[in-house]
């Protein structure tokens, strides 16, 4: 790419298939575009196999592992401990104060719980949802069509627009954000 | 031999796409746009009707007798020693029942990648979340003092004392607020792409209300990426929650030393009977959407109905295999108390209910869906569906009241007479349906992204002279 700084410029290219837009994602990589410069949007789960990228990486498994150990804790803790802060605990005869099966439901229930709902705050964190400042995007994403969104410096913009058309987009136009 | 007719591909593929939704693909915009249309289609008269007839129901008999119970005390439901546990509690399991068909079709069958599911998860999983409402407000009308309902949350009291963790019923209140969290987030995270596709196809208030629940999805890799792997997570992990809840109700009975209640099979047998209650409350939602919104006889075919009616002849089998191995170990065991209340059950002045539970559970489903023909069409699986539903509430009004009735102390036998708990659990079934209809004006009851991906799946493909389907895996 250029040597010298330009201002930035975000292109928007419509594609209606995801293999011109795999395409278009491998010829943009071609001409030097980073892959961290390049986005894709769709309406149905584009994987990154399917645009010949690696994988985006996500932390949601291991935020609901956190949770589940957490869940874990938080169970443990009401069935072992809060029964020996009773001012006044009652023991039964031989019968055990902490006893182990009923114990195994509560630290199941609420690690489950501490699972789903830190997988569910997980999805939250990683895709920084809610998110209502204006962004980058067009309604026909949601009616099939796949975007593909390239940051490019204002010099390359005449070229880049040219690859992408030859590569079957639909469209080409400078993205703006607004209030989706 | 009689003359072959010349193999019609051309009309084998075109029957193939008329009965397979999956099969036959129409542009997303298209689909979109049909969604949006039976969302936002004007309602008629005959809705309004229904609406202000069921809002009415749920304003008198579910809120102000609630709080005529709450003012006058527990006297004003029927009740009383021997049965302390009436129709509140029926209705409990009953709606925590139904709750279980919604995770059983959308987490069980995505689990195994079952095409068919697709149209339909999102009505499934609103029966979960709506059915737990339901259940909720059956606890809650049965506790009495309603008011105090926070002494279950584990946190110490002014006398430093916790909840015992230890009771069945404090199981009941973890099992069930797990439940609920997590089936409500578990219909929102597929929804999301739905809003967000209803927000860039709306104006005014819409607009802004479709906005906040897209929370900002656009569509991106990364997004998609969180999401399934989120959706993935739930739908393993919400499977043994589902069954771990019914089991937990199925203790509530099973851990007294009650005849008739003292039984190791109860667990299993409650998620049968869960999923036998939920998968006909399926049947009935899907027909009623089906027949009165616009567009909906696009998504949802004939081969819906046809796999539900499967799905609920094999589990009328498995609910009969397990009552009868519930039946008749209780009747071998010879204890005279638990001879006594099965012969009640049969004999007694509610022979009647035992025998109709039997035949709308096993003989009217055995009959009519084994017939692909009939299982498909969507007013008789309903017919069989309600028949369903009514057959389990006989079952669990035996086994909580009827049951309750006959214990080892003869001279405290009582027929229970319910009072105030009718209308009340009649207002359930009313704000059930009323949660329906109005979930169907503000959601889109149709997961179109969810389709597209089965359709984008899918597709035909020569094997030998044959034309066969094939589907692909996308994820």
Redesign the interface.
Known sequence: MTETKQKEVDLLALFSDVAPAADAVEQLRLVGVRDDEI??????????AM?G?E??P?N??KI?MGGAILGFLTGAF??FV??Y???YPIRVSTQAYV?AP??V??L???T??G???S??V???M????????P?K?V?E????KIAVFVECESGDQNKIIDLLKKLGAESVKPAEAQ?? | MADKKPHDEHSHEEEMRKKHLMLDPLPRGKMNEMVMEAMLEKPTWKFWVVFLVLSFIVAYCLFYKWYVLITKGQGEAGVMRPDYWGIFLVNTVFWIGISHAGTFISAILRVFKAEFRRPFTRIAELMTTFGLVQAGFSVLMHMGRTWLFYWLIPYPNQRMLWPNLHSPLTWDLLAITTYLLSSTMYLFLPLIPDVAMARDRSTGWRKKFYRVLALGFRGTEGEWRHLHNAMNIFAFAIIPVMFSVHTIVSWDFAAATRPGWSSTIYGPYFIVGALHSGMGAAAVVLAVVQGTMKNMKYFVRGEHFDAIGKLMLIISMSWAYFYFNDYIVQWYGGDKWTRIMLHFHEAGPLGWMWFTMLIVNIAIPWAVLWNAKWRSNPWIISVVGIGINVGMWFERYLIVPVSVAINRMPFTWRLYQPGIEVPMGIGTLALFILLYMMASKLIPFIPVWEVQEGQLAHEFKKFGRETVVSVSELE
Do not use: C, K
């Open positions: 986005n894709v949007l769709s309406g149905v789960p584009v994987t990154g645009l990228r994988p985006h996500t949601v498994p609901a009401l069935t809060t029964p802060w009773y001012p006893p009923p114990t439901i509560v199941f229930e609420i489950m719980l699972m789903l709902l997988t569910f997980g999805v939250f990683d895709s920084f949802f809610p998110n209502y400042r962004m995007y309604p994403i949601s009616d099939g209030h989706l």
